[in-house]
């Protein structure tokens, strides 16, 4: 049984930062995608930033781009995204998701499993 756990949500000032994590289980030796999607009470959840296994290929949103860094750790199989001069507009809940292959894939409807949500507050 796939699981995925996501940590390091919580409430953080405007110019603050936060490093979440997300632990991934049931994935041994299967080669995935792992990202990080957002999604903001009334909006659509989007695409924040994904890596794929080899690590060759990863993904920022034009939003998050030169803020935001993530990162993989594939013995440990947890990806991280490391969040830095956070805004009012980054609160939402960060989902951790995962994408069976090696494809990097943008789209919410490719990725076979999620975490519950962290959610993230940054204060003005």
């Known amino acids: 049984q796939v699981q995925l756990v996501e940590s390091g949500g919580g409430l953080v000032q405007a110019g603050g930062s936060l490093r979440l994590s997300c632990a991934a289980s049931?994935?041994?030796?299967?080669?995935?995608?792992m990202a990080w999607f957002r999604q903001a009470p009334g909006k659509e959840r989007d695409l924040v930033a994904a890596m794929a296994w080899s690590a060759s290929k990863t993904y920022h949103a034009d939003p998050v781009k030169g803020r935001f860094t993530v990162s993989r750790d594939n013995p440990r199989n947890t990806v991280h995204l490391q969040m830095n001069s956070l805004k009012p507009e980054d609160t939402a809940v960060y989902y951790c998701?995962?994408?069976?292959?090696?494809?990097?894939?943008?789209?919410?409807?490719?990725?076979?499993?999620w975490g519950q949500g962290t959610q993230v507050t940054v204060s003005s």
């Open positions: 049931g994935l041994t030796g299967l080669v995935y995608t």
């Open positions: 998701a995962a994408d069976l292959g090696a494809l990097l894939h943008t789209s919410l409807r490719d990725y076979d499993y």
